[in-house]
């Protein structure tokens, strides 16, 4: 147990006896190169909005190109997840006008700007392309706000015609939660958004602070559905990310862990607690935790149920 406790103090994510599940970070606004000093395998969510946001217009192929290869080589050797950029909604972009909406969570966000505007994804594929041409970097390109396996394949189709090589999308809809032994054979990668997907599973808007119990990531139904993506993930081989805010809470991600992720992304500060409660669990553990989670009748008996019977050290 020492040894265990010690070795999972740094270094790369693994499970007790030994399965890798590497440990990535949620990046956004900040100095590349202060990211890229901690302690992670890489980075499993590039938040692209902040060359986005506060601007007039939109910035150029070439003023992306130069921001993408500096996060990029930050990084050297370590590989990136990119999200293309998640305009609308909570994050509404003055040049990307979306028209009159009485429910912008609903309406035309994330991949569904590119509807209406197309030529800034094309712009920003193209950038990222050239920036990973430039560093040799290992980046994957992923599309948030994706519903069915029809848009997972038409951006694979977009992504790869502007020199992408692996290209994925983020699950943050039901609808592409139900469907994912379709989508999944479509991309080489998924990453699930909790934050969102809690917000369309539970029908319950993300930005209020007034049902908290309804947004908990450890709402059962939830994590069926993440189990949903996670089987047809293993069935297919295809990897399964989490990246939104659940794979920060370390009992969770054991959890998350049993319904099949294959990595987890976070904000730095939650990377030791996570690495250290993966390395005191096998992967048989995170399964039976997952089942006990799954089989709760709420959020709260789940996070009980599954506190009782992980070890101590969580
Ligand atoms: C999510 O929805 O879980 C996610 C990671 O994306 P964002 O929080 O940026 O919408
Ligand atoms: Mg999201």
Known sequence: LRRSLLSSSTGPGATADGVPIPLLLNVGEGDPETAAAHDSEGVGLLRTEFLFLERTEPPTREEQTVAYARLFAAF???PLTVRTLDAGSDKPLAFVPVGEEDNPALGVRGYRTARLHRDLLVDQLAAIAAATKETGADVRVMAPMVSTPGEAEEFADLARAQGVTRVGVMIEVPGA?????????KVDFVSIGTNDLAQYTMATDRTLGSLPD???????SLLSLIGTVGSAGEHLRTPVGVCGEAAAD??????LVGLGATSLSMSA???PGVRH?????TRGECLRLAQLALAASSAERARAAVREAARPEV
């Open 250 to 255: 370390p009992l969770l991600a054991l959890v």
């Open 177 to 185: 939660a139900l469907l994912a032994d379709r989508l999944l054979t």
């Open 277 to 281: 409660a993966l390395a005191n669990h």
């Open 76 to 78: 050297a050797g370590r």
């Open 269 to 271: 500060p939650a990377l």
């Open 214 to 220: 309804l947004l908990d990531p450890w709402q059962p």
